[in-house]
């Protein structure tokens, strides 16, 4: 985390820069609209980028930049905040894309797919302090969640 809310805006700024130059290299992508600034899906369902592809499906993307996993290969799995539920209970995304800026490399994360892996999983995962936003949350070992097909590395 940064040292104030504003500079961990400003870093998450990079992941989403990052995903969206990768989102639109990719031949199936038709058109990405930025939604960051648009209060239905900012506040509302947790959304940066609607994504249509050539067959006209959409997708809703969350990204998040994290400059701790190259360290711990854990994912952190929000629960709650002070405030509110939690990113991953909160979002109305299909996919959360993660940026590890010193991987180089983004974790394509299906929303519905890590939900039932917590689902089935709680029990055996430790609930932990996330930071200074008073959030709490599960740190989960990417190579598991992989495994498991919750989610996909992308090497940039």
Known sequence: MGKTF?????????????VWNYLSSLDNIRSIIDVRKDKRYF????????????KNDIYKIEI???FKAHE???LFYEIKTLTDKGCFDR????????YIPQLNQILKVGVDRIRKYITNNSN???VIN????????????????????VLKKIQL
């Open 130 to 149: 996330g930071g200074d936003y008073g959030t709490t949350g599960y740190l989960i070992n990417i190579d598991m969640l992989e495994k498991s097909n």
């Open 91 to 98: 979002t109305k995304s299909d996919i959360i894309f993660y």
């Open 124 to 126: 055996n995962l430790k």
């Open 43 to 54: 506040n509302k369902e947790d959304v940066d980028f609607l994504v249509q592809t050539w």
């Open 6 to 18: 504003w500079e961990d805006v400003e870093r998450g700024a990079l992941g989403e820069s990052v």
């Open 64 to 66: 998040k930049t994290d």
């Open 72 to 74: 711990t290969n854990n």
